[in-house]
């Protein structure tokens, strides 16, 4: 035990270099330990490096805060460097893109540049499911990073709360007999939400035990992250619009086949109130105590996957430089990105920074998943297609592209040597990132890189479909520019559901595809670059309040379920309330 102690020890003080030695019989720092070995600062010392006075800190003790709305300067806005961070297709062992985030914006504070980390706030659900936590890794973490895992400043409740307030008064219209709309039951589409993986709740029935239960019908849960909510409090630009957005909200139609939104409801009101500081983004700290803003958190896959607009504003009217990531790979949170939030927003990155790692490549060229550790340059070689198509697919934005390459002990120099040769043919700029095992320092090339790119963006993003476009033209846009497809097949419930909206006049919309991550397909079975396939649309969503229709492909669902060994059957807590093993 003793022994452990000291290595650990040993690899806290030596922890830049530790990653990169093979055979060194010691154990690394778990990211709990990592972030419980560091003292953080006060908030408003952080608050401080950007110009923030304390009274306008809303404090959620030492190491949280709420920032007011008003700090939004649009002078400044149009003035900051917005970098994107995106990455390939995910793989099992991950890539870490999180990670990169973070060591990026303590990289460029460490050449120098004032840079602010503007992420998602993580869910429960992947916390005690599967994913795990989502602050970081390593040394390129935010903090504090339990309370952001858990229950952070109570902003998933509130949305949940909200979502919940529209359900209990759709049922109660129902239910009412003097104020009734006329609702049809079966036409609702507007469902509860938890934040939680519960498969049990993805379809239910509601009402029972008799009159005074309500009116039976069918509905389910979605998790927090994928409520129309959680978009809306991601894409509004202030209470007001907030608001309104809410109200938008369509929810079924009457019996006669009319539509029925959230304001014939009156709801839009309280919901808002219900969201009156969840609106407001949370100020924290990186482990070098730079500023970092977390705020909001839809998922990819199966919502537009970025944080909040007012965050990312927020952050670029504080700091030079705002580093922000979306969702997944490319062909889904980076295409939203672009395509729905700056769109909506007004702004454009000026670089978009894509990561990978050398065994995320070699799973893609078909290497096994236990052997990914081994030196293996064909099955990289066979990987990197995977690499350039989200590489195109940023290309395709008119947006300069610097491709960051996520270490690990594992990789060799042969590999390596592959990765950069590859690139410098392509006309890519690449750098080696070592944000787990050094923070800022091991992102100090990728921060230089990331800043030349920045320097040569001479143009705003050139979006990949007109909103005048058909609905049927921007996925035949989006599929076959992002993602490399041939066709756009729909279903016959599809083509209903299309017709439908289109009729209530929301062609005009933008698109949020629902699609599997694992796959630039909608089958996540094929891995790396596939070629000369269809994407199947099975059926369309509609979020008139957020302000996008969804089509979903393939089996999206939008309540996840737990896999057989949840992460929470590891979470441990001692007498003294210490955490471990949340990751």
């Known amino acids: 035990m003793l022994l452990i102690l000291l290595s650990r020890c040993l690899w806290q003080l030596t922890h830049p270099y530790k990653q990169l030695l093979k055979n060194v019989p010691i154990q690394p720092m778990t990211d709990i330990e990592i972030t419980q070995s560091v003292t953080a600062k006060h908030i408003r010392e952080v608050a401080n490096k950007l110009d923030i006075t304390e009274e306008h800190l809303e404090y959620y003790g030492n190491e949280k805060a709420k920032l007011p709305l008003d700090l939004i300067d649009d002078n400044k806005v149009s003035k900051s460097n917005l970098i994107l961070v995106t990455a390939i297709t995910p793989t099992p062992p991950g890539e870490g893109k999180t990670t990169s985030c973070i060591g990026l914006s303590d990289g460029l504070n460490h050449i120098g540049k ?98 005074t239960g309500g009116v039976p019908r069918e509905t389910g849960f979605n998790i927090t992250a994928a409520s129309e ?194 690139c410098k043919k392509i006309g890519v700029p690449v750098a080696l990132s070592y944000g787990w095992a050094d923070g800022g320092k091991g992102c100090v090339e990728l921060a230089e890189k990331v800043v030349a790119a920045a320097q040569s963006c001479k143009a705003e993003f050139k979006p990949t479909y007109q909103l005048e476009d058909s609905t049927l033209t921007k996925l035949e846009k989006v599929t076959r520019t992002i993602y490399g497809a041939k066709n756009v097949e729909l279903a016959a419930k599809a083509k209903k559901q299309l017709k439908r909206f289109e009729d209530l006049g929301y062609g005009n919309l933008p698109i949020c595809m629902a699609k599997t991550e694992k796959s630039l397909s909608d089958n996540d079975k094929l891995i790396g670059r596939p070629e000369n396939f269809d994407i199947h649309i099975r059926e369309f969503e509609i979020a008139a309040g957020a302000g996008f229709i969804i089509p979903i492909a393939g089996n999206m669902l939008r309540m996840p379920g737990l896999p057989a060994t949840p992460s929470a059957e590891k979470i441990k807590m001692d007498s003294d309330g210490k955490i471990s093993e949340l990751f």
């Not at 004032?114 to 970081?136: D, I, Q, T, Y």
């Not at 039951?185 to 507007?190: E, Q």
Request: net charge neutral.
């Open 229 to 422: 909510i959680m978009a809306i409090l991601c894409l509004c630009k202030n209470i007001e619009d907030l608001q309104r957005m809410c109200g938008n909200i369509y929810i079924g139609d009457t019996f006669d086949g009319k539509p029925v939104y959230a304001k014939d409801l009156n709801a839009s009101g309280a919901m808002a109130v219900l969201l009156k500081d969840a609106i407001k983004p949370n100020l924290v700290q990186t482990l070098e105590g730079n500023p970092a803003i977390l705020h909001g958190g839809p998922f990819a896959n199966i919502a537009q996957g970025t944080n909040s607009i007012i965050a990312t504003k927020m952050g670029m009217s504080l700091g030079d430089y705002v580093v922000t990531e979306a969702g997944f790979a490319a062909d889904l949170g980076a295409e939203k990105f672009l395509n729905i939030k700056c769109r909506k927003a007004g702004f454009s990155p000026k670089a978009v920074v894509v990561v990978a790692t050398i065994r995320a490549l070699k799973y893609h060229g078909g290497k096994a998943l236990d052997s990914l550790t081994e030196e293996d340059v064909m099955a990289l070689e066979k990987g990197i297609p995977n690499l350039d198509r989200h590489i195109e697919s940023i290309q395709s934005f008119g947006l300069p592209v610097v491709v960051s390459i996520n270490a690990f002990s594992s990789d060799t120099e042969a590999e390596k040597e592959l990765i950069y040769a590859h």
């Open 114 to 211: 004032k840079s602010v980390v503007v992420l998602r706030e993580p869910s429960l659900g992947p916390v005690f499911g599967m994913k795990g936590g989502a602050a970081g890794g390593g040394w390129s973490q935010v903090i504090p990073m339990v309370d952001i895992n858990l229950h952070f400043t109570g902003d998933f409740h509130a949305i949940g709360m909200a979502n919940n307030l529209l359900a209990a008064l759709i049922d109660n219209n129902i239910q009412s007999k003097g104020r009734n709309l006329g609702i049809d039951p079966r036409t609702v589409i507007w469902k509860r939400c938890m934040d939680m993986n519960d498969r049990a709740l993805r379809n239910i029935i509601t009402a029972l035990g008799g009159k």
